[in-house]
């Protein structure tokens, strides 16, 4: 059992950091500040390569500090004034002159974005300056950093075979029932995981901001004074709803301010913690049942997305971190083991076909409809209202329902995944069109 605790704890640890900022192009800006450290200098020109999934989360979305959108950006930023050692939070000491001087760079044509026909995380940057070109590989995570070169000679070179201890964990999580890993969150010693009371703090410090200013679309202040005009009802789940699109609405606007990401992505972890804690306040609930509630959440949502990767044509935050939401919250409300698998199988059956199309501040919708089915799910599952084992991919076990919802992602939806790229990359390029002149 105490093998089991260490290996939960590991996997929270890796998994549950700060990320400032969308984490796709912080990833970029990462790859991009470590490939100028390596050899110092002014940049010169930036070669960025990523994904095809990496562009999509990071043409639209906000980056912190900055007015302007894009992967070009974010490169010239990481380049120019980027904190190689600080991970997600890289751009945590962007200021106007190094933005003015990072959006001079793209604006002369100095960044050349490519991209990738591969899913996933990838991002391979090469910066010259002139000290000589440094180069940097992310890849399987937004702070994988597999290779690092300083003009031809290699820096850092990361086993990636099988063998690494990411690896290792993800295989143990996946031969664990989702029984188990709930019974050990429930015994394990609450001191263990009292760090996941960390991001209940930081994610709504985020969210609480976006329901006093109106950010990004304002979907969560938008809803939450829709409730005090009392044109909503003042219940629960238009509160959990509110609190957790207000979180998307600021962090999707680039406001600079850190939340605590779940599986890769700092969406996840809005998701994951804010209708966890929604409903931990209106049942008042005590730090201990929170954390292992939170710790729930994040291992269920860690534990899905080790099926349907860490980026894909399905929306994670509907299908991942509001999964483990669902969870976490039917645990505050005293949920036997049963009611949590049953809570599963109601998210797997509701929300599984929501796409992903981007990172963008039209992401706070989505996260306001998952919170709200988190919420809804739990209760039915709790009053013994549960999806059938016969409907759709739903199976008489929520690890093979699970595996199931992984096969409908990849590689299920590759070419959906292709295809909603293209509209979006048409879309781009006509509303440049027909915007010309506005």
Request: glycine content about 10%.
């Amino acid at each position: 059992m105490r093998e089991c605790e260490e290996c939960i704890v590991e996997i929270l640890r890796r998994e549950v950091v700060p990320a400032l900022g969308c984490t796709e192009p912080a990833a970029v800006a990462l790859a991009a500040a470590n490939a100028r450290k390596a050899v110092g200098g002014q940049p010169e020109e930036i070669k960025v390569l990523v994904s095809s999934n990496i562009y999509k989360n990071g043409i639209a979305v906000g980056i912190p500090g900055i007015d302007r959108v894009g992967i070009d950006v974010a490169a010239a930023l990481g380049a120019a004034v980027g904190q190689a050692d600080r991970g997600l939070e890289v751009l945590e000491s962007v200021e106007k002159e190094g933005a003015d001087a990072a959006l001079r760079f793209v604006d002369s044509g100095l960044v050349h974005i490519e991209v990738l026909d591969r899913p996933g995380v990838y991002v391979e940057c090469s910066v010259k300056t002139d000290a000589g070109t440094g180069r940097c590989i992310i890849e399987d995570g937004h702070t994988n950093i597999v290779l690092l070169e300083a003009n031809g000679k290699t820096v850092l070179k990361k086993d990636s075979s099988r063998a690494n201890s990411g690896s290792q964990l993800r295989e143990w999580l996946q031969g664990m029932k989702i029984s188990q890993l709930i019974d050990i969150i429930r015994e394990i010693p609450y001191e263990k995981i009292a760090f996941m009371l960390a991001g209940r703090d930081m994610n709504l410090e985020v969210a609480l901001k976006g329901l006093k200013e109106k950010t990004g679309m304002g979907v969560g202040y938008s809803i939450y004074h829709s409730i005090k005009r009392g044109v909503l009802a003042d219940d629960l789940h238009n509160y959990a709803a509110a609190l957790t699109a207000a979180g998307a609405d600021v962090r999707m606007a680039g406001v600079k301010m850190a939340v605590m990401s779940s599986a890769g992505s700092g969406n996840h972890g809005i998701t994951a913690i804010l209708p966890v804690t929604a409903v931990a306040e209106r049942i008042e609930a005590t730090d201990e049942e929170l954390a292992r509630a939170l710790a729930i959440s994040h291992i269920i949502t860690i534990y899905i997305k080790s099926y349907t990767g860490k980026l894909s044509a399905l929306c994670g935050c509907a299908v991942a971190a509001a999964i483990g939401a669902s969870s976490g919250i039917a645990f505050l409300y005293g949920a036997n083991n049963r009611q949590i698998e049953g809570t599963i199988k109601n998210m797997v059956a509701n929300l599984t076909g929501m796409i992903c199309d981007g990172g963008k501040v039209g992401c706070a919708l989505k996260l306001s409809t998952a919170a709200s089915a988190a919420l809804q799910s739990a209760v039915l599952a709790i009053g013994g209202t549960v999806v059938p084992c016969d409907n759709g991919i739903i199976h008489c076990s929520v690890e093979k329902t699970i595996q199931n919802l992984g096969r409908v992602s990849d590689p299920g939806m590759l070419e959906t995944d292709h295809t909603i790229l293209e509209v979006m990359v048409d879309n781009l390029a006509t509303n440049k069109r027909n915007c010309m002149g506005c």
